[in-house]
């Protein structure tokens, strides 16, 4: 066994492992608030991607006006998503909401590439592709730099929820008719929480993107995300951290020591592994918060 | 004229069940009243249809007018009543479980923008209710029962109402803790000047507090008065009184003779 080739694949695994953290974070941020799971976040990373394309290499505007006019602009498109489609589902079964967000993860599937062209888009956003050497370990320098982003950003939302506002959608997670009860304006609540979904997605997709090029092959990120945040417990900020760590190297540590046993193909298989067994056997994940059931 | 008052209102769920019908009731400005009345007597449902939240439930109001400080509310979305100074402290306490008793007053302020007023509310809610200022880092939902219906209260109050609205608040509470908790009402009644319609089937407790109070049964008002009017009314004593405190079989026999004499 080579303990350098492990190192190397745990050490790029916590990297990959953040940067699909960021993609389901969105989905947290969405469920904490409004207890929908959104499956439609892979899609939405794809179209960040697609956006960030368009401005970048479409309309020729630098790195540092596309990137945050993506952003914005998918803030916007994520509080479009809740004002159109999910509103509109309020006091329907939970079951209904979550099967619109996947029609919706099938259209944009569909759509985009259908507008833009199926071939791979290079999304160039200035990170060199040369990797880095630390201590000897081979490291992907796009991946560590994604990853670092990731954490911020994932840091960032924790201390968010926390602030005043963090608090008030905390509690339009809780009971929404008491939040109404008290004068908390519920729906905008939610929609901000699609908006910064669809910005935690978008950030994910610009990040991949410039690793693998855009095309609808983004929008796979979902079942990462799914994973992650399932294994996380779909409403802890700290769970998403932690579990999309595990993912990470679970994945690289599959693909660098499993494969060559069995012949390939076991990177694709962890997440839905890792999906199953967290049904199975810790149905509200690691993190996920207790029912408190005192009356 | 009055702080709040309903004019004739009917309320259907769904459309079909009515469940409120030609009710009208007011509030006076710094007033204390009670609305008195059973199970599904449809007590819930008149203050859903003053805070608004009847919709959730699929609820309307078809029929009459509520009118809060002289102006018509029934156009106005729940968060705008609060703004207009309308609180509803819902049945069941509805704490929000997962957050700790400040948190739950932090979300309740969304109303004022300045910080500094925001803490000093908080501090003022902890001095009224020192219960909750010993548990300010638990999770709400691990409160006793009495120390979530003083967190609800004050979560309410958070919003600097003019009309504190209050669902069964001795639902399931200690006889002492009702004492204590009705104390609280009618200090920030007296001393804050807040007008307070305050639902109860435990009566007794109710109009010990109440200045006036109505009787609402099967979606009607049976009759409306002076506490002290309410509480010498035989039929008051008989249905509601008696319920609560121990029940007098003596008194309860006499009076039902009497009635069967008298018709
Ligand atoms: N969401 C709802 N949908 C349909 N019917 C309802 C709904 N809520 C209440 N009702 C009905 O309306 C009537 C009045 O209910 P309401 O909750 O107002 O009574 P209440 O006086 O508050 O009773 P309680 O003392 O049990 O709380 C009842 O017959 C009840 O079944
Ligand atoms: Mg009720």
């Known amino acids: ?295 | 004229m009055a702080l709040l008052s309903l004019n004739n209102i009917e309320v259907a769920y769904d459309q079909v069940f009515l469940a409120v019908r030609g009710v009208s009731i007011e509030v006076p400005e710094r007033g204390l009243v009670a609305l008195l009345g059973a199970n599904g007597a449809g007590k819930s449902t008149v203050l859903k249809s003053i805070s608004g939240l009847l919709k959730p439930e699929r609820g309307a109001v078809n029929r009459g007018e509520i009118t809060f400080d002289g102006r018509s509310i029934l156009a106005i979305d729940p968060p705008d009543r609060v703004r207009l100074g309308i609180v509803h402290v819902l049945e069941g306490r509805r704490v929000f479980g997962h957050l700790t008793p400040r948190e739950n007053l932090i979300a309740a302020a969304t109303m004022h923008r300045d910080r500094g007023h925001v803490s000093a509310l908080i501090d003022r809610m902890f001095q009224t209710f020192p219960r909750l200022a010993e548990r300010a880092k638990a999770k709400a939902g691990y409160l006793s029962g009495g120390e979530q219906q003083m967190l609800a209260i004050a979560r309410a109050l958070m919003t600097e109402p003019r009309l504190l609205m209050l669902d069964e608040p001795s639902l399931g509470l200690a006889p002492f803790l009702v004492d204590e908790i009705f104390d609280i009402i009618r200090a920030i009644n007296e001393r804050d000047g807040v007008a307070v319609l305050l639902v109860e089937q435990n009566a007794t407790a109710a109009l010990e507090i109440a200045h006036s109070g109505y009787l609402i049964e099967n979606g009607r008002i049976l009759m409306g008065g002076t506490a002290d009017v309410l509480r010498s009314n035989p039929d008051v004593a008989d249905a509601y009184l008696g319920g609560h405190q121990k029940v007098d079989y003596h008194a309860v026999k006499h009076y039902r003779r009497r009635k069967r004499w008298l018709a």
Do not use: C
Request: charged share 10%.
């Open chain 1, 1 to 295: 066994m080579d303990w350098m080739l492990i190192a190397e694949l745990a050490v790029n695994g916590v990297f990959v492992g953040l940067m699909y953290a960021l993609v389901s974070l969105g989905m947290v941020l969405i469920y904490k608030t409004s207890g929908i799971a959104n499956l439609a976040q892979g899609a939405i990373a794809m179209t960040g991607g697609y956006v960030a394309w368009v401005l970048l290499a479409g309309l020729g505007a630098p790195v540092w006006l596309a990137i945050p006019g993506a952003l914005v602009g998918m803030f916007a498109f994520g509080m479009l998503i809740e004002r159109v489609a999910l509103r509109r589902m309020i006091g329907q079964p939970v079951i209904m909401t979550i099967m619109l967000t996947l029609g919706i993860e099938i259209m944009l599937r569909g759509l985009l590439p259908g507008v833009f062209g199926a071939s791979v888009k290079r999304l160039d956003i200035g990170i060199p592709q040369a990797p880095l050497f630390v201590a000897d370990l081979l490291i992907n320098r796009a991946t560590l730099i994604g990853g670092g982003i990731s954490l911020v950003l994932i840091v960032a939302s924790l201390i968010f929820f926390n602030s005043r506002f963090g608090v008030v959608m905390r509690a339009v997670a809780d009971d929404q008719t008491a939040s109404w009860s008290v004068g908390i304006r519920v729906e905008r609540a939610i929609a901000v929480a699609w908006g910064l979904g669809a910005v935690a997605a978008t950030a994910a997709g610009i990040l991949w993107g410039s690793t693998q090029g855009v095309d609808w092959s983004l929008s796979l990120l979902l079942i990462k995300a799914l994973a992650i945040a399932i294994l996380g417990g779909l409403d802890s900020i700290g769970g998403v951290l932690i579990a999309g760590v595990i993912v990470g190297v679970a994945e690289s540590l599959a693909t660098g020591v499993v494969d060559p046993l069995v012949g390939g193909g076991t990177r694709d298989i962890v997440a839905a592994v890792i999906i199953l067994a967290t049904l199975l056997f810790k149905p509200h994940g690691l993190f996920g918060r207790e029912h408190i059931e005192r009356v």
